[in-house]
């Protein structure tokens, strides 16, 4: 709606009463549609999970999380910028995403119930299923959103360890020739990690509107399983008791990271190390568990009272 510019304005012949003519009319300009109002939704939730247009506070945690995550790449790039002679490894990366996995918890703990949880604290649920997109849009622009916002950890450090490993030759063309098999692995890896984390994390955090307790829930369904299954196969002599590590999604994101490099010697402290699953089962599980917290998200906004 718009104000005319030539509103009236006329007196009743109650010299306290006035009746104002504000001239609306009808939006006449272009409707966008479905398919624009689900991108712009996924915009701003990408925004905010940057804490874009926000206060500064909004910003400092993903900031923090974000650097601590790329702390290892940087260092590999500064020390093949400084010696660039002969290859100096720090880090792999099929090992990476074990150096930062409760970054990466903390990270989803923080940031998703700010993208699913902010709408229900506001109450403006409501606006957005009267437009032009569904519940499912709506659920599903927000899973991509924070699958996007993982990406940042998950991917731009291991890129950051590709330039860092070939800057560290004295042939970087070379070095990236030969290993170019390892592009794949990188963006594999970092797709289905930020997915499975994302998922959860959107699920719990949909469930309500208090950011204090969807952040305790995620990170204890991050850590409470990890916790388990490492206790319970350390300790408990078993064949079935090695199951326990198909509860845990941050031992499947390492299972299936080695999996996707084709990495077929685990750290030894790896609870992967200590169960003799194929590495393929991992991946099994890690897309049940992501498609089981994805459709429970859709349940959860089918339902969900705007």
Request: aromatic fraction near 12%; glycine fraction near 8%; hydrophobic fraction near 50%.
């Amino acid at each position: 709606m718009t104000t005319d510019q030539g509103s009236q304005h006329a007196q009743t012949s109650d010299e306290s009463s006035s009746i104002y003519d504000l001239g609306y009319r009808r939006y006449e300009g272009a409707r966008l549609g479905r398919r624009q109002a689900v991108l712009a939704l996924y915009r701003e939730s990408l925004r905010a999970a940057f804490g874009l247009g926000r206060s500064t506070s909004a910003k400092i945690g993903p900031a923090i999380l974000i650097l601590f995550a790329l702390v290892p790449a940087l260092i590999q790039l500064a020390i093949a910028a400084l010696v660039p002679v002969g290859e100096i490894e720090l880090t792999s990366h099929h090992d990476y995403y074990g150096g930062v996995k409760f970054i990466l918890a903390l990270y989803v703990g923080i940031v998703a119930p700010d993208i699913v949880g902010r709408d229900q604290r506001n109450r403006s649920l409501t606006l957005y299923f009267t437009r032009a997109i569904t519940r499912y849009d709506y659920a599903l622009a927000k899973l991509a959103a924070m699958t996007t916002a993982v990406l940042v950890i998950t991917l731009l450090p291991q890129l950051l360890l590709f330039i860092g490993n070939a800057l560290a030759v004295d042939d970087f063309g070379g070095h990236a020739a030969e290993n170019w098999d390892l592009i794949f692995p990188i963006f594999g890896t970092a797709l289905f990690g930020s997915w499975l984390l994302a998922s959860i994390g959107t699920f719990i955090g949909a469930q309500t509107s208090q950011r204090a307790f969807a952040t305790v829930g995620i990170l204890v369904a991050f850590l409470l399983p990890l916790t388990v299954a490492l206790v319970v196969v350390q300790e408990i002599d078993g064949g079935w008791t090695d199951l326990f590590v198909f509860i845990s999604p941050l031992d499947l994101v390492d299972g299936v990271t080695y999996w996707m490099f084709r990495v077929d010697t685990q750290p030894m402290d790896s609870i992967v190390a200590m169960t003799d699953y194929a590495l393929s089962w991992y991946a099994v599980a890690g897309a049940a568990f992501g498609l089981v917290c994805t459709g429970l998200l859709l349940r959860r906004y089918r339902k969900v009272q705007a």
